[in-house]
């Protein structure tokens, strides 16, 4: 697998010396999430995965 090219960090990871921070990047059918300070490991998975996830983690909070 390649590895993305267009990490893009969250919104809400502020200044400072943005070593700590969830960085975001796609291919056409995979998204990829690191932690800006250990940008080696990557979690991979699809879209629909993640979207069950955020759902569960917002009913949660509701």
């Known amino acids: 697998m390649t590895a993305p090219d267009n990490w893009q960090k969250s919104s809400f990871s ?3 010396d943005g070593s700590n921070c969830l960085e975001l ?3 056409p059918t995979t998204l990829h999430l690191r932690e800006s300070d250990t940008p ?3 979690l991979t998975t699809t879209p629909a ?3 069950h ?3 569960a ?3 949660q909070a509701l």
């Open 14 to 16: 502020g200044g400072g």
């Open 25 to 27: 990047a796609s291919t």
């Open 40 to 42: 080696a490991t990557v």
């Open 49 to 51: 995965p993640l979207t």
């Open 53 to 55: 996830l955020l759902d």
């Open 57 to 59: 983690i917002h009913a």
